[in-house]
């Protein structure tokens, strides 16, 4: 690895590494704007030029993004008198003709173009003539151009090319009539289009649906992964006032690299817009009402009590759900076997929905829950085949069943099954065919509700993290699960899902090693230590 000089700060990195990323190792921020470490490079906007020793003792102008790493003793200069005054001077050519719009842009306080107009540019303009003005446009079913903001700096252009594979976005026109647009008939229209506006620098690309929002600097940002696919992208999900304002990806380059899909990113709505069961209900001369959480709990007691009391312990199953964390169905199983001490597990399974790979081999897998994977390992079933098998043999009567799909459907068989049950107890968020045939409904928590981990179609664990609490009043999963235990009399264990996974980090195959420090911000992968080394942490 050669070791090289930049401000007179000596680093080792790898050769073939950009100037920009070597730059970045030891703290120093090249400034750029069509560099993206998830595009081919372009070299087109000359922000990040530096100076490079070319001959003994002679610098000169080099890209940053383009000039590589080659050989030891290279010296690099990036805040020279030369360096800084090109920074000047592009500053003042991309302002020429940019609107003074920032107070309602969508992309004020994370513009590269206000930042650097500010560290690097000139305090007046020297520019008497008229601005250009070229046309605002509808690209597609989430994409506005704002034309007038744009810097052709063609990471749009880019992407689509180089990672949706889709191709809609040219430039038209020429010199300084340059303008990005799509082909004629053909709208930007990918399963990824979202990302354009993410990678876009400065506010020309923005998404319809994060338009003349609240300032950025009012939400809190949450990290966590999107819950659409067993893909698990990580995600930055920005919030106020319990509300959700816009997801974007958060890097992850074992997952998501630096993007999301479309349906990922805009999919909150459907959840902000469900009819979310609010209160426990308990059903009352066949009509389901409003109850109170003691009651609620103490029918279920009841309910399954008295199963047991009459037909033995096998009376009761247990469904988990691949919209669940670990930890939950973790303890969803534990209530199975130490509170109603049954062996009857399922899982319900989701109908598998579209998978698509892009031309960069980015992933929305056609499993549309976050975590059937992980449900399986802790749960011990792959499906609830044996529940339903068991009620219609009329072995089980009473049965435990878990949602929080949004899009739950039930198969005329699977329907039929549960209807026959003695006492149906679901928890679940939104009001479902489930709840219609439920005797006692729980209200849990959705996705953005509650702390936990989910484990991806690769065996990556990963983060979920809790942005507000639940509406109404509904609970975390896992602590109504622990209240349904203490109801029946047993200390399911430790509550908090940090607690948890230590404990399934003990007792489930593959989860050996795993605590929440090992699995931090990017995941960990399951099979990673010997169950003798778990630990907790
Ligand atoms: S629209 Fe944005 S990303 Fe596309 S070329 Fe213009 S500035 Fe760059
Ligand atoms: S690929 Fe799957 S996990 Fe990723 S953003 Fe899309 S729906 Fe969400």
Redesign the pocket.
Known sequence: MPTIKIDEKEVTVDAGLTLIQAAATAGIDIPHFCYHPGLPIDGNCRMCLVEMEIRPGVFGLVAGCVQTVTKDGMQIRTNTPTVLKNREGVMEFFLINHPLDCPWCDQAGECRLQDYSFEHGRADSRFVETKRVPPKKDLGPHIL?YSTR????????RFCDEIAGTSELGIVHMGSHSE?DTFPGQPLDNKLSGN?AD????G??VTKDFLYKPRIWHYTTVRTICTGCSTGCNTMMEVMHQKIYRIRPRENMEVNQYWMCDDGRFGYHALQEAERVKVPMKRVNGTLQATTWKEALQAVSDGFSRLIGETGQSAVGVVGSAQWTNEENFLLSKLAREAFKTSHIGLYVKPPGEGWVSKSGFRIEADKTPNARGAREMLGAADMRGIVDGINAGTIKGLYIVGGDLGLVLSAAEKEALGKLECLVVQDIVHSELVDLAHVVLAGASWAEKDGTMTNVNGRVQRLRRAFPPPGEARTDGEIIRQVGKQCGVDLGPGAPAEIMNEIARTVEGYAGLSYSVIGEQGAMTGIGQPSEAAGG
């Open positions: 151009l744009c810097i052709l700096c063609t990471r749009c252009i990005i354009v990678i876009c620098p400065v020309a690309l």
